[in-house]
């Protein structure tokens, strides 16, 4: 079984399908990359898988568990993490209070513990802090720890929102666009640091961007939307030579 299967899932906004028959598997370590023209249905498959959207019909099965339409912080702690196109950072705390964040999903305590920092919160949260510093480091940031995540540069403020979903302890991450905005020596930093997350933290990767240069360098798989409805799949130089993703995708973009 693979460890994430999207069976035939089909997304209705009234009269409009924005999503039709979507079928997707992921195996474990696999870099794969979801790209279709603005409007093909891309985010609202992420929106699917995440719980944020409950399809009409179909269904996703992560790691032997159907998880269709249970809440997305359910699905977060079975090991799915995400990031958003538009980034969603805490702009005034700090880098390490960003991660940190993304580790009390798994806390124990209650809101009242924390709220009067009782003991069992305080050694829970002393070490949060310590497996988040572990994080930074792990992710080459730590040098950053105390800046305020609205004073990094683009690039590294991408960086920091991925790091922060993997202190979720995710199996498998969906990044949502990350190179958007990059210039192209910060596309090509991106390009290396999701291989080497990928191969640090074991994980599965499912990636929706518009940089064919990102997609075609690091993903051994691509899915291609148009409309909703999936037009091609296959590796790099099979997606290059479809034509008909060259006529509904590739050939209007600047970047192709």
Known sequence: MSLLEVNNITIKFGGLTAVSD???????????????????????AF???TGIYKPNSGTVVFD???????????????????????????????VLQNVMVGHHLR?????????????????EEKAMEEETRE???RVGLIGLAYEKAGSLPYGQQRRLEIARAL???????????????????????LMNFIQQIRDTFDLTILMI???????????????????GITIAEGNPEQIRGNQRVVEAYLGVEEDA
């Open 209 to 227: 961007e518009h940089h064919m240069a990102v997609v075609m360098g690091i993903c051994e798989r691509i899915l291609v939307l148009d409309h």
């Open 167 to 189: 202190a979720t302890h995710p199996k498998v991450l969906l990044l949502d666009e990350p190179a958007a905005g990059m210039n192209p020596q910060e596309a090509n930093e």
């Open 107 to 123: 806390i124990k305590s209650s809101f009242i513990s924390a709220t009067l920092r009782m003991p069992g919160y305080v050694k």
């Open 22 to 44: 979507f079928n997707l598997k992921l195996e474990k370590k696999e870099i794969v990359g979801l790209i279709g023209p603005n409007g093909a249905g891309k985010t609202t």
């Open 47 to 49: 929106n699917a898988i």
């Open 64 to 94: 032997g568990i159907d998880i269709t339409g249970i809440l997305p912080d359910k699905i977060t702690k079975l090991g799915i993490g995400r990031t958003f196109q538009n980034i969603r950072l805490f702009q005034n705390l700090s």
């Open 135 to 137: 994080l930074l480091k």
